[in-house]
């Protein structure tokens, strides 16, 4: 049984590897590129619409309408980033059920990868939002010796957001080979569809936690800019 799709090699040539996760990784991506075409190749705003047009305009809405309730902002700021992450890591799991298929969740370096982008993007919205200066000076407040405090807090979730994703996938893949080798069919079934389950469910904290800590720091700095603004107002 192999734990990881990283241990699954399918070509190596010296120190050049192609492992199960890169190219899982690669084929979910090119699934998402062409649903996205197949959805998006005869839009119309008639009320026929393609059934493709049709899912996945209720996607995007239901993700729209989870961003503004999370965030009480504007969506379309963040349902690019949000959104990518959420049907990436939900395609890999849900394609689970497909023999042979390792889901690039799976690996750590998956996982890290996704959170990276996660740690890159709070600060780029949260400048985006306040400012550079504004936005890196909430890692002094109230001084100087909270500097390693708050990176470190940084660090930590960043680490969260990738052990608690892989660590999901991981075990409901290792469950449902153990109990297919040891038991009846029907357990490793109902385990199976379980899993799958979790795994979207993995996928929805997974895009609501990155939500959060996007939109906290976007707004710690603003309601710091807008005290900053008012006590201006009250010295002048």
Known sequence: ???????????????????????????????????????????????????????????ISYMRDQIRELTHRRPDDYLPFIGTLFLFISLSNFLSFVPGF???????????????CVF???????????????????YVRPSMFMLPFHIIGELSRTLAL?????????????????LLSVAPLFLPVVMHALGLMIGQIQAYIFAVLATVYIASASRAHEEETKRSARKSEKGG
């Open 1 to 59: 049984m192999n734990i990881s799709p990283d241990s699954i090699i399918f070509w190596q040539w010296g120190p050049i590897t192609l492992n199960a996760t890169i190219v899982f990784t690669w084929g979910v991506m090119g699934l998402l590129v062409l649903i996205s075409w197949l959805a998006t190749r005869k839009l119309a705003v008639e009320p026929a619409l393609s059934r493709w047009q049709m899912a996945m305009e209720t996607v």
């Open 120 to 138: 890159i993007a709070v600060p780029a919205f949260g400048i985006a939002s306040a400012g550079f200066k504004s936005y890196f000076s909430h």
């Open 162 to 178: 990738a052990v608690r994703l892989f660590g999901n996938v991981m075990s409901g893949t290792m469950i449902a080979g153990i």
């Open 102 to 116: 390792q889901p690039p969740t799976g690996s750590i370096s998956t996982t890290a990868a996704l959170a990276a």
